[in-house]
């Protein structure tokens, strides 16, 4: 009798998990040139359009890791919000979830095209997005969850930006794809999350 171990859908997401914690890590051992920022983090608000729930108040934020003269950025963020909306409660007529909290932790890998305006590879701030992806932990009113991300965001200098110091403006779409489970019946959903906020390099 042959037993064969099936790969699941979650353990790949938990295999990119590890695979950013050990890149992220060797990022912060490599060296870095000076008067150019390492790092940098933001904090954002907006909205988690969860499918069939409905969108809902989200804010979240982040550390942003550079790497020297190269075009892609590692991103650690974590964001919470509500769950339910009043298009929800109307649908189900009673609550889907035992508590209204929704609380995610990301982990990304960005890439930012060389700006013509700030010509610091990944840390790029101009009008052209840069692109991101990775894995999402999501706890959604008592139920856990993992899945993927996908998206575009971008940074814009705002009056009183440095060269190699200072704020920008950030707004970012994701998707976080994963099983959601209403009542009895998994569905992979995808869901928006929408964001602005404001960004500040270190």
């Known amino acids: 009798m042959s037993c064969k171990k099936t790969i699941r859908p979650r353990h790949f997401v938990w295999a990119l998990g590890l695979a950013f914690v050990g890149l992220f890590t060797q ?5 870095q040139p000076s008067g150019i920022p390492t790092s940098a983090y933001g904090a954002q608000v907006g909205l988690y359009a969860a499918e069939v729930l409905g969108s809902n108040p989200f804010g979240s ?24 909306s009043s298009y929800s409660r109307s649908l189900f007529r009673a609550a889907v979830f035992e508590n209204n909290l929704l609380i995610s932790v990301e982990a990304l890998v960005g890439y930012a095209p060389e700006s013509p305006w700030y010509k610091a590879k990944g840390r790029a701030v101009s009008l052209i997005p840069h692109f991101t992806g990775g894995v999402v932990g999501i706890y959604q009113g008592t139920v856990p969850n993992v899945g993927l991300v996908a998206g575009f965001g971008n940074r814009m200098p705002l009056p009183f930006f440095t060269k190699n110091r200072g704020l920008a403006l950030v707004y970012s779409l994701q998707d976080h794809i994963y099983s959601q489970k209403i009542g009895s ?9 929408v964001r602005i906020g404001v960004h500040m390099y270190r």
């Open 61 to 84: 934020v982040y550390y942003d890791r550079y790497i020297a003269e190269a075009n892609y950025f590692f991103q650690l963020g974590a964001g919470a919000g509500t769950v339910q």
């Open 185 to 193: 019946r998994p569905a992979l959903t995808h869901n928006l999350v």
């Open 27 to 31: 990022s912060h051992a490599a060296p």
